[in-house]
């Protein structure tokens, strides 16, 4: 069955510092694959997404992600945090195929910076 | 230009009694989708609306849910009877076109059952 774990449910960096979110995902073949984050109140945001080429991909905020297919991962990377980034990050896959474009997610990380 | 909006925020409401939530996409956006996340657990897909027709309801919970998208534009996701699994977020996304494409997600109404 398809699935994405996002092994951290928390995590706490000092700003500056940097920062990177795990995202393992269970599909047998390339998935497209996203990053969304968000704040208090907020609606999920998309920080950036993979649908083919280059497996560096950079998004908004200074964030980018690498997709590894060996690893089946994609994790999401920025080299400085700002107390700003203080959010809710989910993964999520789109196993998409004819007919079905729903997201799979995992369970979100958690991430408190501190000043 | 205007986001996916959701109404209410938040809602709480008694074991039993019905709740109606509601969801605005993005004008112009034949594609909607309602996801659930329980506290604690992954966001989860509840179903997916191109224009009027549903496209995909098999995250749809049982048959206390009922969604509708009269007209192509918003949306309504109906619980009746409520019960207290049912607390937890809704989110609604919207997409321009069927496919691959990325899905904009609006704040989520926030529903608690007591």
């Known amino acids: 069955a398809q699935s994405v774990t996002q092994p951290d449910i928390h995590i706490t960096v000092s700003e500056g510092a940097s920062l990177e979110l795990r995202c393992n995902y269970s599909y047998g073949a390339t998935p497209y694959l996203f990053w969304y984050v968000q704040s208090p109140g907020q609606g999920l945001q998309l920080l950036l997404k993979y649908f083919s080429g280059d497996t560096l991909v950079q998004g908004i905020k200074g964030f980018e992600a690498e997709f590894k297919r060996s690893q089946s991962s994609f994790n999401l990377r920025k080299p400085s945090v700002h107390w700003s980034d203080a959010a809710e990050y989910f993964c999520?896959?789109?196993?998409?195929?004819?007919?079905?474009?729903?997201?799979?997610f995992g369970t979100g990380t958690r991430l408190k910076v501190l000043a | 230009e205007a986001g996916v909006t959701q109404f209410p925020s938040h809602s709480v409401i008694e074991k039993g009694q019905t709740v109606t939530l509601r969801c605005d996409p993005i004008?112009?956006?034949?594609?909607l989708y309602w996801y659930r996340r329980v506290m604690g657990k992954e966001i989860k897909f509840l179903l997916h609306?191109?224009?009027?027709?549903?496209?995909?309801e098999s995250g749809m919970p049982n048959n206390r849910f009922l969604a509708e998208r009269t007209g192509g534009t918003y949306s309504t996701l109906k619980v009746q009877p409520a019960e207290l699994e049912d607390s937890g977020v809704y989110f609604c996304?919207?997409?321009?076109?069927?496919?691959?494409?990325?899905?904009?997600f609006g704040p989520g109404t926030r529903l608690t059952v007591t």
């Open positions: 999520a896959v789109g196993p998409w195929t004819s007919g079905t474009y729903k997201y799979i």
């Open positions: 996304a919207s997409s321009q076109e069927v496919g691959i494409n990325e899905q904009y």
């Open positions: 004008s112009g956006h034949d594609n």
């Open positions: 609306f191109v224009k009027e027709s549903k496209q995909d």
